[in-house]
């Protein structure tokens, strides 16, 4: 299993940079991974329901397979426990995504935020941070809030119970 994810990890670690401070897409990817699992222990209480997200943004974002998938989560994993905050994954995604992509890290870290049908008040801090980290606008914050949440919208026009927890 160690080979398996060195060899995943060499074989897009190398990869043709995104720009010219020679940011590699599975940096960024990895990154991306690791803010999203963060997301999902924002509220100290992970669900299925987060996990299942997670796993299909990264599948999809990324278009791994799923054995690709839980290779990316696991060198995510590890990269958590040697990081000392969120910096050393937003300074990659400032050198190396677009403005249009760091919006779109928003969305999927609001998608996580809201997979359980509660916004915890810590998950709201944690979005907040990162968008402030990654240089996204506060109108373009709550504008991608707006978004994920219209999209959770079943078809009678209620909101499924999204409120903020003050727990």
Do not use: C
């Not at 160690?2 to 940079?17: A, D, G, H, L």
């Not at 990895?30 to 997200?53: C, H, N």
């Not at 506060?138 to 119970?161: A, C, M, N, W």
């Amino acid at each position: 299993m160690i080979r398996t994810v060195k060899q995943f990890f060499e074989k897009y670690v190398t990869s043709s940079p995104r720009n010219t401070d020679n940011v590699s897409d599975h940096s960024l990817q990895i990154a991306t991974a690791a803010l999203l699992i963060e997301m999902m222990r924002a509220d100290a209480e992970i669900s299925v329901d987060e996990q299942k997200k997670i796993t299909e943004t990264i599948r999809l974002k990324f278009k791994l397979t799923d054995t690709e998938t839980a290779e990316l989560m696991q060198l995510a994993e590890e990269k958590i426990w040697k990081s000392t905050g969120y910096f050393e994954f937003t300074t990659l995604m400032n050198k190396g995504l677009s403005h249009k992509q760091k919006i779109k890290v928003i969305e999927h870290l609001w998608d996580v935020a809201f997979a359980d049908a509660i916004l915890d008040k810590h998950e709201e801090y944690m979005v907040r941070k990162i968008a402030g980290l990654i240089h996204v606008s506060h109108k373009d914050f709550i504008e991608t809030k707006l978004r994920v949440k219209k999209k959770l919208q079943p078809f009678s026009g209620e909101y499924p119970s999204q409120a903020i927890r003050n727990e």
